[in-house]
């Protein structure tokens, strides 16, 4: 479950211990919300706002939104029938796709101020934490990341405390400036080839 030459090889975990392979994820563009570890509640909140979001619409159709974290699958599923998900939920055990959209440790962040709000926040409107599996998944930095329709990395964003994802707003316009459709990436192709 290492990282490869080609992303799309690389081989995640659903919810019922079944490999999936990156690959088939294939989007225009594939949103991955990084979860630190799925018993985070304020990875919970943010996961459950964002499949809220999918099921309200707000996303452009050719896009897929699927969360992803290094937790156990037994975690993952819990947290996504425990919280009603409708988005996939993988397990990425080795944190291949965090590496390859370069996202990593909180550091400092873990202990901050503004974190420890968001995490109480979260506590409040009813999600309920659980133990990382395994521990060190605790450190990691939240993140959202977008791959295009060849897998290629497209956009990061990196949380510098806990809780600290894109407004829903934000990553819904964001997906829709980065939707790559027939007339935008023949314009691309145009400009690369004038270069």
């Known amino acids: ?9 690389t081989m995640l975990v659903d919810t019922d211990g079944i490999a999936v392979r990156f690959g088939d994820l294939k989007a225009n563009p594939l949103v991955v919300v990084l979860v630190r570890f799925f018993g985070s509640p304020t990875c919970q909140s943010f996961v459950s706002d964002v499949s809220d979001a999918v099921a309200s619409r707000r996303f452009p159709r050719s896009a897929r939104v699927v969360a992803i974290g290094g937790s156990s699958h037994e ?3 819990a947290f996504r029938y425990d919280h009603g998900v409708n988005v996939p939920v993988l397990v990425d055990p080795e944190q291949a796709i965090r590496t390859l959209a370069r996202v990593g440790d909180l550091g400092r962040g873990l202990f901050s101020f503004r974190g420890a709000q968001n995490h109480a926040a979260a506590k409040r409107d009813g999600m309920s934490p659980a133990k990382p599996t395994p521990p060190r998944d605790a450190r990691r930095s939240p993140g959202v990341a977008f791959f295009g329709p060849e897998m290629d990395l497209r956009w990061v964003h990196e949380g510098e405390f806990v809780g600290d994802y894109p407004t829903i ?10 939707v790559v459709t027939p007339r935008t990436a023949e314009r691309v192709n145009i400009l690369a080839a004038r270069r």
Do not use: K, N, S, Y
Request: glycine fraction near 4%.
């Open 1 to 9: 479950m290492t990282p490869r030459t080609d992303p799309a090889e």
């Open 75 to 77: 975690q993952a599923r």
């Open 169 to 178: 707003d934000q990553l819904v316009g964001q997906v829709a400036a980065e």
